[in-house]
């Protein structure tokens, strides 16, 4: 069984990088995926190669733009199980300050956002999963 099956997620930022890491590990999981993003090109691209998905342009910033995304959404499918809010001001951090010696890698923080998403986590409310390879514990 598959840990999403059917479960209907929206993602921002979810054209590239970790959120389109994410939007492919929850659609392989079995959810659809509804994903959104500022740049509507690779946003269309990205939901193609995801068979069943579907891409909203958003920019995530805007609140008013919101209402009409999720009404969207509800009036598709009926629900929403889980909203992935990604796109921020990015971090790199330099390799050698890392103690695991590598950067993480969009696919580590979209097995996090498959298990929240998941009846997995059912139990967890509010708690914060840290998926930084220990950077933050030197
Ligand atoms: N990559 C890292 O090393 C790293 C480390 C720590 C935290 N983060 C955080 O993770 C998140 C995603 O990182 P990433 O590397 O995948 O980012 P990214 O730069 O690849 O951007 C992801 C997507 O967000 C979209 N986007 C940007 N602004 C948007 C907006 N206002 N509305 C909608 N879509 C928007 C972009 O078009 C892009 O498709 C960010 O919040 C970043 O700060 C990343």
Redesign the pocket.
Known sequence: MKRLMNKVIVL?????????ASARACHGEGAIVVL????AD??KLASRSLPSSEFIS????NDSAWDGVLDSVLDRYGRIDALVN????????GIEKHPLGR??Q?HD?AQGVVFLASDESSFMTGAELVIDGAYSAR
Request: overall charge neutral.
């Open positions: 921002t930022g979810a054209a590239s990088g970790i959120g389109f959104t993003d500022i740049d690779a946003g958003l920019d995530s910033r990604n796109p921020g001001i990015g971090i790199r951090k950067l993480g969009p923080i």
